[in-house]
């Protein structure tokens, strides 16, 4: 995979250059010379295809559009501002779906959206979004931990959830 942050939105990053001969030498003298436990790869691995998941049921800029009903400029500029969230992916915006409802957006995930921290990937972003987060739950709850996208969705103060993004 090969991903960078810039701003809110993750770009095609070049990988490094390949290194000689002499450099990998180098690199495995200083090294512990041990291989990558498996669980590493396979971390790797699923955190990848997590993220191709996200990627795959992304909108696209005319689709978001067409949803919120406005022109896909306005989208560009919603994703400018930092009001949407949006990837970067092949030289293409990508909008995650978990910001959107069947009509719109969620209510009030545009508050939370700019106070997110332009370090976090697009795979941790998503993830907390769906998280159950022991900060947000009411008593009609039954004082059950909501999701930050059940809290927005309940009506619940957006701030409350923009609180806990922005410490990220």
Not at 37 to 61: G, K, M, N, T
Not at 81 to 104: D, M, N, V
Request: aromatic letters at 4%.
């Amino acid at each position: 995979m090969r991903v960078r942050l810039v701003g809110r939105v993750a770009v095609d990053a070049p990988l490094p250059p390949a290194l000689t001969e002499a450099e990998a030498e180098a690199l495995a003298s200083g090294g512990s010379g041990r291989p990558v436990p498996d669980a590493a790869v396979a971390a790797a691995a699923l955190a990848a295809a997590a993220y191709d998941e996200i990627v795959e049921a992304a909108l696209s800029v005319d689709d978001a559009a067409e949803r919120l009903g406005v022109n896909p400029s306005r989208v560009r500029q919603r994703l400018g501002e930092g009001s949407l969230y949006g990837i970067k992916h092949a030289g293409t915006w990508r909008l995650p779906s978990f910001q959107f409802t069947k009509r719109g957006l969620v209510r009030g995930i545009d508050v939370v959206l700019r106070v997110l921290s332009a370090d976090l990937s697009a795979l941790a972003v998503v993830r907390w979004f769906e998280t159950p987060n022991p900060d947000l739950c009411t008593r009609d709850d039954d004082e059950r931990a909501l999701t930050p996208l059940e809290w927005l969705a309940a009506g619940h103060p957006a701030d409350a959830a923009a609180e806990l993004a922005n410490a990220l």
